[in-house]
Nanobody, 124 residues
Framework: QVQLVESGGGLVQAGGSLRLSCAAS????????MGWFRQAPGKEREFVAT????????YYADSVKGRFTISRDNAKKMVYLQMNSLKPEDTAIYYC?????????????????WGQGTQVTVSS
């Protein structure tokens, strides 16, 4: 059974940094692509970043490219999202997601497992 637990969210000033972590359980993690999505109040869930099963391929939303970095540690079954130069518009609940394929996509429906989310609030 797959379980995803996010942590690392919080309140930060604009220009600051946060590092989100996602702890995964289950035997398929090392062969699964992982993704981060976010949802702001009153808005639909949107793609942030994805990483392939081996970490070789990464893809980012244009809005976070150059500021956010996704990474993974298969031995620890962890996925990370390093967020730098944060902006107020980055405020959202951030979700970790797992896809039972080796490559990731930007479509939420392609991911079968989701965490409960962690709140990120960026003040101006």
């Amino acid at each position: 059974q797959v379980q995803l637990v996010e942590s690392g969210g919080g309140l930060v000033q604009a220009g600051g940094s946060l590092r989100l972590s996602c702890a995964a359980s289950g035997r398929i993690f090392s062969s699964s692509a992982m993704g981060w999505f976010r949802q702001a109040p009153g808005k639909e869930r949107e793609f942030v970043a994805t990483i392939s099963w081996d970490g070789a391929n990464k893809y980012y939303a244009d809005s976070v490219k150059g500021r956010f970095t996704i990474s993974r540690d298969n031995a620890k079954k962890m996925v990370y999202l390093q967020m730098n130069s944060l902006k107020p518009e980055d405020t959202a609940i951030y979700y970790c997601a797992q896809r039972t394929r080796v490559s990731g996509t930007s479509y939420a429906n392609d991911y079968g497992y989701w965490g409960q989310g962690t709140q990120v609030t960026v003040s101006s």
